[in-house]
């Protein structure tokens, strides 16, 4: 190599060295585990190595995924670490070896954070209670600025993920989310915590961060009495149905001895034993006595304290996503409950007993308006069920027709004699018919149907079943929802509209059985819902999770929280 060349490749290497020998030191130097000891033997210089250490441990936290280790994650680093860009790393809730009031505020309600539906290990409850027991327990703690410096740290990441929480909850956003939140983001929040810590009001201003709908005050109100007798505890957690019997008999096994039912597992092959004690906490639970391992069973030893708590956690977080004013009159569906209720202002104006769609044809959730009601409606079978129930049945015997009161109508709109129509060779990309029940008593829409306008083709109906009604449980529709007292729901939506339709004008109607299309009242807002839980004169009432989307949704969310 040429002598110019030897000393251009030198003038290129060592400037490229230096800067990696640099980028290396920063690297080094930004995964550098903070210390967990810093003594301070000067009160006086604590507040400056505080600060100098609030630096380090949010550069440490930038570099390393928001984790100070395997157990404590700082979950909003991107609004931490701008609140302390603001004060230039100085302490926000401390002050002369001494939590500020604000402090004390904010560590209560860590402590207590179940009262709203939260997990306090979400917000650093553990090790927040920790320190705060050492400073108490043992002043020579006071002189270590490492723990001053995390606790200040964890108490501003506590802040913003409980605003957050108790603001928008955990739960993503799906069809029925009504609350519109444009502006609430992250400068929301900063703002909103600049209020709090200018204030003093750090518990005011988290409070006015949850929802006014009275679905959510009731629940919120009632939660108090649960977590009164609530008993948390670790306990094994079955999956059902489970990857093989063996691994589900050693779950329910284990679930049984902590309950108390056996005081340790049985011994291999002892089926007989094990049915013996299956059939006692059947009995117990007041469940059909089979002494075998089953849903029911599973559904029962799961359904601890804990469980209930998520499924709070759940419902109230289905609550903030509607918004904080609701119309003064609307209906509201829940179909856990297997219930409808009409609010008009402060007062339910009317119940009723409903059934709704099986797990198998769920109701949909939506949010519409009842436009409309028609006496005396005709049904035209949907397709879905025709191909899934009715034609097999057809095509072994078309009398099956005349026993459902069905129609079999052509495109032209005519009655077509089923016996004219090869069934055999009709079949789901082969079928010009429709299916419609004759008007009456015995249509399954019964002798009316509310409208309402939706994308899944489902409305409100009376029905020719109605000693379904009595059962207690009613997820037995195709996923339209019956009503038991259709009568009282229609008198109501047409209230204010006497002369139009003045006393009795339904009964009139009904009487001659006359189909009739009643609009022109004020749409009636509409709201059907999946809540497993709800507060019910101070108490917590839980309903069946019915389509088994609570236990999907605990698992997706809450299946690591821990018990504190």
Same mark, same amino acid.
């Given at each position: 190599?040429?002598?110019?060349?030897?000393?251009?490749?030198?003038?290129?290497?060592?400037?490229? =060295?230096?800067?990696?020998?640099?980028?290396?030191?920063?690297?080094?130097? @930004?995964?550098?585990?903070?210390?967990?000891?810093?003594?301070?033997?000067?009160?006086?210089?604590?507040?400056?190595?505080? @600060?100098?250490? %609030?630096?380090?441990?949010?550069?440490?936290?930038?570099?390393?995924?928001?984790?100070?280790? *395997?157990?404590?994650?700082?979950?909003?680093?991107?609004?931490?670490?701008?609140?302390? +860009?603001?004060?230039?790393?100085?302490?926000?809730?401390?002050?002369?070896?001494? #939590?500020?009031?604000?402090?004390?505020?904010?560590?209560?309600?860590?402590?207590?954070?179940?009262?709203?539906?939260?997990?306090?290990?979400?917000?650093?409850?553990?090790?927040?209670?920790?320190?705060?027991?050492?400073?108490?327990?043992?002043?020579? @703690?006071?002189?270590?600025?490492?723990?001053?410096?995390?606790?200040?740290?964890?108490?501003?990441?506590?802040?913003?993920?409980?605003?957050?929480?108790?603001?928008?909850?955990?739960?993503?956003?799906? !069809?029925?989310?009504?609350?519109?939140?444009?502006?609430?983001?992250?400068?929301?929040?900063?703002?909103?915590?600049?209020?709090? %810590?200018?204030?003093?009001?750090?518990?005011?201003? $988290?409070?006015?961060?949850?929802?006014?709908?009275?679905?959510?005050?009731?629940?919120?109100?009632?939660?108090?009495? =649960?977590?009164?007798?609530?008993?948390?505890?670790?306990?094994?957690?079955?999956?059902?149905?489970?990857?093989?019997?063996?691994?589900?008999?050693?779950?329910?096994?284990?679930?049984?001895?902590?309950?108390?039912?056996?005081?340790?597992?049985?011994?291999?092959?002892?089926?007989?034993?094990?049915?013996?004690?299956?059939?006692?906490?059947?009995?117990?639970?007041?469940?059909?006595?089979?002494?075998?391992?089953?849903?029911?069973?599973?559904?029962?030893?799961?359904?601890?304290? #804990?469980?209930?708590?998520?499924?709070?956690?759940?419902?109230?977080?289905?609550?903030?996503?509607?918004?904080?004013?609701?119309?003064?009159?609307?209906? #509201?569906?829940?179909?856990?409950?297997?219930?409808?209720?009409?609010?008009?202002?402060?007062?339910?104006?009317?119940?009723?007993?409903? %059934?709704?769609?099986?797990?198998?044809?769920?109701?949909?959730?939506?949010? !519409?308006?009842?436009?409309? =009601?028609?006496?005396?409606?005709?049904?035209?079978?949907?397709?879905?069920?025709?191909?899934?129930?009715?034609?097999?049945?057809? +095509?072994?015997?078309?009398?099956?027709?005349?026993?459902?009161?069905?129609?079999?109508? *052509?495109?032209?709109?005519?009655?077509?004699?089923?016996?004219?129509?090869? #069934?055999?060779?009709?079949?789901?990309?082969?079928?010009?018919?429709?299916?419609?029940?004759?008007?009456?008593?015995?249509?399954?829409?019964?002798?009316?149907?509310?409208? =309402?306008?939706?994308?899944?083709?489902?409305?409100?109906?009376?029905?020719?079943?109605?000693?379904?009604?009595?059962?207690?449980?009613?997820?037995?529709?195709?996923?339209?929802?019956?009503?038991?007292?259709?009568?009282?729901?229609?008198?109501?939506?047409?209230?204010?509209?006497?002369?139009?339709?003045?006393?009795?004008?339904?009964?009139?109607?009904?009487?001659?059985?006359?189909?009739?299309?009643?609009?022109?009242?004020?749409? $009636?807002?509409?709201?059907?819902?999946?809540?497993?839980?709800?507060?019910?004169?101070?108490?917590?009432?839980?309903?069946?999770?019915?389509?088994?989307?609570?236990?999907?949704?605990?698992?997706?969310?809450?299946?690591?929280?821990?018990?504190?």
């Amino acid at each position: 190599m040429k002598l110019y060349q030897l000393c251009f490749v030198k003038r290129l290497i060592f400037p490229l =060295f230096f800067i990696v020998v640099s980028l290396v030191a920063c690297n080094n130097n @930004s995964s550098k585990k903070p210390a967990e000891k810093v003594i301070v033997d000067k009160p006086e210089q604590m507040e400056t190595v505080v @600060s100098e250490n %609030i630096d380090e441990l949010l550069t440490y936290l930038k570099g390393n995924d928001g984790k100070l280790n *395997d157990s404590v994650k700082v979950a909003l680093l991107q609004q931490v670490d701008k609140v302390y +860009q603001n004060t230039s790393f100085r302490t926000i809730w401390s002050k002369d070896q001494k #939590w500020q009031p604000i402090a004390d505020s904010m560590f209560y309600m860590v402590m207590h954070a179940k009262e709203y539906g939260l997990f306090p290990t979400d917000y650093h409850a553990e090790i927040l209670n920790d320190f705060h027991n050492k400073i108490i327990a043992d002043p020579s @703690s006071k002189k270590n600025a490492i723990l001053w410096t995390r606790a200040d740290v964890l108490l501003t990441d506590a802040w913003f993920g409980m605003a957050k929480d108790l603001k928008l909850g955990r739960l993503e956003k799906d !069809s029925v989310t009504l609350r519109i939140d444009s502006l609430v983001n992250d400068e929301y929040f900063f703002n909103k915590f600049q209020g709090a %810590i200018a204030s003093g009001n750090v518990l005011g201003v $988290l409070r006015e961060q949850e929802p006014t709908n009275r679905f959510y005050v009731a629940l919120k109100e009632a939660l108090p009495s =649960f977590l009164d007798t609530a008993k948390f505890k670790r306990v094994v957690y079955i999956t059902y149905p489970g990857k093989d019997s063996m691994s589900l008999n050693t779950q329910v096994q284990q679930r049984l001895v902590e309950e108390g039912y056996i005081a340790a597992p049985l011994a291999a092959g002892d089926s007989a034993g094990l049915k013996k004690v299956l059939t006692a906490f059947q009995h117990v639970k007041k469940i059909k006595e089979t002494g075998k391992i089953n849903e029911s069973v599973v559904r029962n030893l799961n359904y601890t304290d #804990w469980e209930k708590f998520k499924r709070i956690a759940l419902n109230l977080d289905r609550y903030k996503q509607l918004p904080d004013s609701l119309p003064e009159a609307y209906a #509201w569906v829940n179909l856990p409950a297997f219930s409808l209720r009409v609010f008009d202002t402060d007062t339910i104006a009317l119940q009723s007993k409903v %059934i709704c769609g099986s797990p198998i044809t769920r109701t949909p959730l939506l949010t !519409s308006a009842i436009s409309n =009601f028609i006496t005396y409606p005709q049904w035209t079978v949907p397709y879905s069920i025709i191909f899934k129930e009715m034609l097999p049945r057809i +095509q072994k015997n078309t009398d099956y027709l005349d026993k459902q009161n069905l129609m079999v109508i *052509d495109a032209n709109d005519s009655v077509i004699d089923p016996k004219t129509i090869d #069934w055999a060779k009709l079949n789901k990309t082969h079928f010009p018919y429709l299916l419609k029940q004759r008007q009456g008593d015995d249509n399954s829409l019964g002798v009316i149907k509310f409208n =309402f306008p939706n994308k899944y083709s489902v409305y409100m109906h009376d029905t020719n079943a109605r000693k379904l009604f009595s059962n207690s449980y009613r997820a037995l529709s195709h996923g339209c929802v019956r009503v038991q007292d259709w009568r009282i729901f229609s008198d109501y939506l047409i209230r204010n509209d006497t002369t139009k339709f003045p006393a009795d004008t339904i009964n009139a109607w009904m009487a001659r059985q006359e189909k009739h299309v009643v609009s022109g009242f004020k749409r $009636l807002p509409l709201y059907i819902r999946y809540n497993t839980c709800e507060g019910n004169d101070g108490k917590v009432k839980f309903y069946d999770d019915i389509y088994g989307v609570d236990r999907m949704l605990s698992e997706k969310y809450f299946a690591n929280k821990n018990v504190y």
